[in-house]
């Protein structure tokens, strides 16, 4: 298991808790252009990630 990966994923996460902490214009259903890329940054690294668990012999 890459611990990049996993690593790569929770920095992900972290940058869009960061930024949504102080975007005034992101919500829980709507996100402004730079939080919409933090959050497809985190959502496809996570997906890599659990594929990756689920994929280990």
Known sequence: ??????Q?????HRAHQAHRTHCTHCTDH???PA???LWSA?????DAYLNRLKNRP
């Open 30 to 32: 709507a996100r402004c």
């Open 8 to 12: 790569r994923y929770q920095a992900a």
């Open 35 to 37: 939080g919409e890329r």
């Open 1 to 6: 298991m890459p611990e990049g990966l996993y």
């Open 42 to 46: 985190f959502e496809r690294l996570q």
